[in-house]
Structures are given as structure tokens and as C-alpha cells.
């Protein structure tokens, strides 16, 4: 029905006017035109403003500059896109220092090649990786306390419903689930603290959004009748990654946020309407949080009281608004927001959840003390759980925080980051006329979706650093052919007005990040040989053990040589070849290739790796080391004799 948005600027980079104070009143129709079409380009091209790079200098800047062999002070936790990772980049310095192979097969590490790796990622019979697709939205990491303990990160795909966790100390991915009974697996978080056992002052649960609302079972038995279809919030278990349980919702799920006492998680919904096409998901005025009663939801698994979806075993509990019609017993509550709302985020003081407004332009403070007032009998419209609702510009999307009560919202179609105080909000909502609540504006380059602060959600929100993700660059790099990067924006929040500090391109397409002071991330760089069972442990152990058509190649690496120089097996042998990197030197990763298999991969200080082929070729192939090790790195190598059949 309509084009796409051109992200080619004019020929001055200018366009349009930007949007008119007038035009900030609530949206209507003109916005469903606006995000599909026109509306948009128009947003596009109002973006080449004037910018607010020089405002508000203070005298005390923070410096973004990291110098030659200094290190950033934060972990900024990125997600990919539909690249399938996640990369870890510098803040503040923009620096991308790794890539996390996670739902993308990687044939830099053998991620996707390696046995190890391919019992997490799942296979098909034929041994093939199940998915070789991915698309990552969210990273977040474990708290203990309020905030980051450095154990875990986790990131969801939404393509194949799958979470993914990240182990702390070796940025490496170590599980997946796939979630079962959805589709469009989006928000996720983590609890900040067990509500069930107080003792327990630590992330125990992964908290999982779905968007799309499915048949169930989706079988293709039940197809065509969309008013039966419906989505799932689905919980993890954070230790043994297997799924706990699922609350059946009214309508579909986007983001996720959870409070820090670990009593509530939520999550905003755009399509309460349950619609299948654009406009009937736009059709009510208002859509909704729904809050999620963590403790009422455990009890109701515990008692029994829950079903299952034909060919799962999740027990599955009511959550849906019928069943949620008494707030003595309801699982859930469903407080109204403007329509469509995008991002929920709780502010680090514990009190409030804030969703952006996205079609409306506002943002909706949600106390959760009401929310848990509803619950308790207290409360008697959830509507009434919401202290304040600010108009601060078109297309709010994500909110970030400072630790000093300030909140700062991303505006998509205005393409700013707004600075907004949260008490004079709530004081404006309650009729106070002076209070002031929009503190600032900085135009980033251009159309922000995600933003983050640096330890934004969790206790110790320091107000030093935000960055805005921004999801087009347009002009600001070297053009590179039909895709630019996308743009992240270093903004210096410490003092009064935010100051536009740096710049740096990342490739598609980073949604959301989180900003982790570096003392919370504790990383090793050598393995522990006694995590792999089938690890050589010594030098001359390595050794080529046959059984019948099966051949196991034990192999040792330690620089600059394998421990055997020739490997020798039949034609049609199913060889399985596990290397073992004895170096104990930090950063001596050994890489082994085999031309004509289509092997590489990688192996770190004593880590053990595997790989298992079929030596359906005969001849000789050098296997050798892929990953600089040495001086005589290019000479460690060895033969590989496949004998004719
Ligand atoms: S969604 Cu991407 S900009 Cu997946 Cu967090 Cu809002
Ligand atoms: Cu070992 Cu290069
Ligand atoms: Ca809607």
C-alpha cells in the first residue's frame, strides 16, 4: 500500500520541516499513514537539523576519549539484529572488541561446525544445524542485589523463539531453548531477585515476551479461525535453562521489564486488539501493560492449576483478562496505555515501569505499588495505577535513566533523545502547572530506536553515558553502497543539558544494549581442561583410535605444531577429530582447517573441540592452523591421507 522510506537524503542532506509543536498532539489516523509510509519519509528526512552538538557545555565534560592501550570503563552488551549475535563494543569509545557467535553459524570460530557447538544449537537428523537463523533484540545480564553480577547474558531470537545465554567469563554462548507454543519471541528479562525465596537475592528466572498470537497447538489442524489464536509469556529457569511455565495473555506481548523486588514482570502490548493485519491492530484507542504476578503464577503452578498445550509439557495457567476479572485471585493485571505502545522500562529507584508511547506521543508512568494495590483489592482501576503520562514528541520507542530521577526516551520520528523528569511528570499529571517537565532535547542522526544509560536499569544507574541506537546514518559515513550502517551516539548525560559527544557506525542491526561498568564482568582467558571429558591432557597423547568405520583422532596443539603430522584414515570412515589446545598462554587460540571438508574452527587455551565428518574424499589434505599463532604459525601443519576405498 505504500513505499518504503527512502534513507537517501536530499541533495543538501536537509528535507522537510521538522514536525510542527502542533503536530505533537495525540495521534490518530495520520500516524497509522505516518509509521507505514510518507509519514515516515517525512520523519526521514526531518531529521537534518540543526544539531545540539554545541549546547550546554558544561565545564566539567566527561571525555569519551579512551587513549592508545586504555581501556573503556563500561561493556556495552550489544544484540545484533537478524545477524544472529551479539557483540560486545567499548563505551565510551565506540571500539567493537568482539563478535558472540549466537544463532549465526560462524566460520571464524567453527560456531555451527564444532560438535560442542552444535549440541547447543540443535541439529536436524541429518546432522545439519537445526536453524542457521537468527534475530537478537535484547541482552540483558544477571543482577544479584539490583544489579549486574557479570554471570550471565541473555538475548532472544525472534525468528525461532529461542534464548540464548552467555556465559560471563567467557563470552561464549553455553545454552539455547526454544521456547515452545510461540512465535515472535521478542522481550525478555531477567528477574532482579527470586520473589519466591528471599534469601535468594539473585536472578532465578528469565522472563520471555511473545508477539504473535498462534493456534494452539499449531498443528494445522486449527489454522483459520484467528480469533482462537493466542500468545504465551513464558518463564526460564536462569540455571538449567529449561522452561518453568507459561501464562496464556489476551492480546500479544512486546517488551520486557521486571521490578527489583521481583514480585512483577510486564510487558507492553500493541495488539490487545488481537488483529492480523496493520489495521486492525491499530484500531483501539488504548492497548495495555499486563503485569504479571510472579508469586500468584508459581502458586497456581504448585497447585495444579494449569493445563497443557497438546505436544508440550509446560504447564500452562490462565493469565487471560476473564480469568484475571477478580484481582484476589488474578494472575495478571492489564493496565490501559495509549495505543500501541513500544518498550517498558523500570527506573532504577524500583518505583515505576514506563512504556513509550510510539503512536501517541507520550510516555506512561506506571507506580507499581498501584499495580500491587490491584492485586491486593486496593486499587479499583488499573487505569489508576498510572501517575503520569507526559507528552514529549512523536514516536517515543525506549527509555533510559540517569539514577537522579531523570528519564530520557528516545523520539523515533523526531528523531531526539528527550530529557524528562520523572517526579515533575507526576506532579504535571496531578494538575501542577508549574511543574517542568521536559529538561532537554538533543537531535541524534537519526531515528533512534533503542537507547540505554551506562548501569541504566539496575541500582547503581550512574548518569554518566547514554547512547542512542540509532537505526538509520544516513550521510554520516562513508557511503558504502545500498546499506549504511547504523549510527550509535555517545551523549554525556552528567550534567544539566546532554551533550552529543561521539559517533561510531555498527553494521545491521543492533536493537538494544545494555551499558555494564567493566568491574562487574569478570572474564578468564584460559579454559579448564577438567570442563572437557574428552580433553588430552598430555603431549604425546595424541593418538588415532579405530572402531570398525569409526575413527577418533585425539589431537593435541601447542605452538607452533599439532601433535601428530599425519592423521590416516579409509575413505568412508566416519572420523570424529577432537583437538585439544594445550597452551596455557593467554590469547594462544589454535585454528585448524581442512581444505575440501569444509572444517575450521577454533580452539582456546586448554579447551577441547570437536568435529565429526565422513572422509568421503580420497588424497591427501594439509590440515592446518587458521588462527595467528606464532612465528612458525604458517608451519603448523599435517597431512591428512584419506586412502582410497
Ligand atoms: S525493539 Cu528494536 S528498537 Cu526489538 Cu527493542 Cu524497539
Ligand atoms: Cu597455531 Cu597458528
Ligand atoms: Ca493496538
Known sequence: MTTQPSNIPGPTGNGTEPAQPDRRRFLGTATLVGLSGAGLSAGLVACGKETAETAGAAAEQLSHEVAPGQLDEYYGMYSGGHSGEVRIVGVPSGREIKRIPVFNPDPMSGWGQTNESKQILGTRPDGRVRYTTGDTHHVHGSYSDGTYDGKYFWVNDKIHSRLARIRGDTMECDAITELPNVQGFHGVFPDKRDPVDPALNRTSRVFCGSEFHIPQPNDGSNMEDASAYYALFTCVDSETMRVRWQCRVDGNMDLV????????????????????????????????????????????????????IKGSDVPVVDGTRAASADPATALTCYVPVPKNPHGVNASPDGLYFICAGKLSPTVTVIELSRVLDWFGGKLADPRDAVVAEPEIGLGPLHTAFDGRGNAYTTLFLDSQVVKWNIAAAIKAFGGDQTATVVLDRVDVHYQPGHTNASMSETREADGKWLVSGNKFSKDRYLPVGPLHPENEQLI?????????????????????????????????????????????????????????????????????????????????????????????????????????????????????????????????????????CHALHLEMRGRLFVERA
Open 492 to 628: 554525556d548525560i552528567s550534567g544539566e543539558k546532554m551533550r552529543l559527544a561521539h559517533e561510531a557506525p555498527v553494521w545491521s542491526e543492533p536493537h538494544d544494549f545494555i551499558i555494564v561498568r567493566r568491574d562487574k564482568v569478570r572474564t578468564r582467558q584460559i579454559y579448564d581442561l577438567a570442563e572437557f571429558p574428552d580433553a588430552t591432557t598430555d603431549m604425546t597423547g595424541s593418538k588415532i583410535v579405530r572402531d570398525g568405520r569409526r575413527v577418533t583422532v585425539h589431537l593435541t596443539s601447542v605452538a607452533p605444531s599439532f601433535g601428530l603430522t599425519e592423521i590416516r584414515v579409509r575413505q568412508g570412515d566416519e572420523v570424529t577429530l577432537i583437538l585439544t589446545n594445550l597452551d596455557k598462554i593467554e590469547d594462544l587460540t589454535h585454528g585448524l582447517a581442512i581444505p575440501k571438508y569444509d572444517i575450521n574452527f577454533i580452539v582456546h587455551p586448554q579447551q577441547t573441540r570437536s568435529v565429526t565428518f565422513t572422509a568421503d574424499l580420497p588424497g591427501v589434505y594439509w590440515y592446518y592452523c587458521t588462527h595467528f
Open 257 to 308: 521489564a521486571t521490578s527489583f523486588d521481583g514480585k512483577l514482570a510486564a510487558s507492553n502490548q500493541y495488539n490487545t486488539e488481537g488483529g492480523t493485519v496493520f489495521a486492525q491492530m491499530m484500531s483501539a484507542e488504548r492497548d495495555a501493560c499486563v503485569f504479571f504476578n510472579i508469586e500468584r503464577i508459581e502458586q497456581a503452578v504448585r497447585d495444579g492449576r494449569f493445563t497443557k
